[in-house]
C-alpha cells in the first residue's frame, strides 16, 4: 500500500554501527525480552514485567516502533523542524519537489526512502 516495510537486519546494522556492536549481535538484542538501560549503561535481558515496571522498553519498541512512530507523527502533524532533523539523522534527503510535500504524501515519500519494500 505504501510501498514500504522493515526487516530487523536493516536497524541492526544501523544501531550496530552507532554502539559499535556486531549487526548479528544487534539484532538478537532487537527481539524478544531484551531491554536498555541507559542509565546503567547496559543490556538487561529477560523478567519483562520487572524491566518494564522500572520505566524500560523492549529494544524492539525502543529502537524501532518508537522511532517510527515519533517521524510519523513530526511528517502528519507538520512538525516541520523535527522532521528535518530527524531526515538528517536516519539519512533521508528529499529532492525538491518532495521537500513540498506534507502529510500522508510527504509520510508516504519519506518511508519509501528510508524502508523501501523492496530491501525487505
Known amino acids: 500500500?505504501?510501498?514500504w516495510g522493515f526487516t530487523l537486519k536493516k536497524f541492526a546494522?544501523?544501531?550496530g554501527q552507532k554502539f559499535?556492536?556486531?549487526p548479528e549481535d544487534m539484532m538478537r538484542r532487537l527481539w524478544g525480552d531484551y531491554f536498555l538501560d541507559s542509565k546503567?549503561?547496559?543490556w538487561k535481558k529477560g523478567n519483562p514485567d520487572r524491566n518494564i515496571q522500572s520505566g524500560l522498553k523492549r529494544a524492539f519498541v525502543q529502537f524501532i516502533?518508537?522511532?517510527i512512530a515519533s517521524l510519523c507523527d513530526a511528517i502528519m502533524n507538520e512538525k516541520?523542524?523535527?522532521v528535518q532533523k530527524m531526515l538528517k539523522a536516519i539519512g533521508v534527503t528529499l529532492?525538491?519537489?518532495d521537500q513540498e510535500l506534507m502529510g500522508k504524501p510527504l509520510l508516504k515519500r519519506v518511508m519509501q526512502k528510508w524502508l523501501?519494500?523492496?530491501d525487505a
Do not use: C, F, R, W
Open 1 to 3: 500500500l505504501h510501498q
Open 13 to 15: 546494522v544501523m544501531y
Open 20 to 22: 559499535g556492536i556486531k
Open 40 to 42: 546503567a549503561g547496559k
Open 65 to 67: 516502533l518508537d522511532p
Open 80 to 82: 516541520t523542524k523535527k
Open 95 to 97: 529532492k525538491k519537489e
Open 116 to 118: 523501501p519494500a523492496a
